[in-house]
């Protein structure tokens, strides 16, 4: 089906202090870019993840989050976090992959 998927050590941004801090994953159909994942290890904290809507619901997202657990298990961690969008496909993204609710956060905001 011509999905395939690369890595690149080190923040997305290029900066040389970020190298070796996270994985970042591309996901590509030929030539276009259709998803991306950044993961800091051996935190397991996926910090980025995007799919272009009209890939979605094809194992793209599942693929890339399959590759950041690996990268966190090389990296010697044990658990993968994100902060899931708070909309109900966001949430029910991550929790059909098996990710649960461990808490929630509040963000305040002063006019």
């Known amino acids: ?49 995007g799919v272009v809507p009209d890939e979605r619901r ?9 590759s950041a657990a690996r990268a966190t298990r090389v990296a010697g961690g044990t658990h993968l976090l994100t902060e899931a969008e708070d909309t109900p496909e966001g949430r029910g993204f991550f929790q059909g992959l098996g990710f649960r609710i461990r808490g929630t956060r509040e963000l305040l905001m002063r006019g």
């Open 58 to 66: 094809k194992g793209v997202g599942r693929m890339l989050l399959a």
């Open 1 to 49: 089906n011509g999905l395939a998927i690369f890595k690149a050590m080190g923040r997305p941004t290029g900066y040389s202090q970020g190298a070796g801090m996270g994985d970042f994953t591309v996901a590509l159909r030929g030539d276009a870019l259709i998803g991306f994942c950044f993961t800091q290890v051996p935190e397991g904290i996926i910090w980025w993840l």
